[in-house]
């Protein structure tokens, strides 16, 4: 039995690759180093600016209303993430975050732009162009 070498990658291959070099693959740190989940990074960063319904960030973080349900019970249990009702509708519940949630944000988001950074840094414009392209593309696509 032969076995072929591809000579180009497929994107079957490199996706996988990437998670793993960008440290998606890392369950208890973000790929920019922050011991908490990604799940808990997306979640910090997404309120880091503004309250949210939980159904919103469930949309936003493209998330079952369940999961973000225990994810905000964990981070509550942390510290970093306060609810309150909607006094027009006490079925809505808004979360925002805490001081120590604030905190937490900013580190992960400097955390982050010093990453990207590092790798912008590696790259040139026309490598940037081209690869923010083909990003924007591959998120298009990726929506089942």
């Given at each position: ?22 440290g998606?693959?890392?369950p ?6 922050v ?13 880091h ?32 993430v ?8 006490t ?9 120590a ?5 900013l ?20 490598e940037?162009?081209?690869?923010v ?10 929506h089942?």
């Amino acid at each position: 039995m032969t076995t072929a070498i591809a000579i180009h990658p497929t994107l079957e291959e490199l996706v996988p690759a990437f998670v793993r070099a960008f440290g998606l693959h890392r369950p208890l740190h973000t790929p920019c180093g922050v011991a908490i989940s990604v799940a808990e990074a997306h979640t910090l960063t997404a309120l880091h600016s503004e309250r949210l319904s939980q159904q919103a960030l469930a949309t936003r973080l493209q998330l079952e209303k369940s999961t973000v349900s225990r994810l905000i019970t964990h981070m509550d249990k942390q510290g970093w993430v306060e609810r309150s009702t909607d006094s027009a509708d006490t079925r809505v519940r808004y979360l925002g975050l805490t001081a120590a949630g604030q905190r937490l944000a900013l580190e992960v988001l400097e955390a982050r732009s010093a990453k990207f950074a590092r790798m912008l840094a590696r790259l040139s414009a026309a490598e940037h162009d081209q690869i923010v392209t083909a990003l924007q593309r591959l998120v298009e696509v990726a929506h089942d």
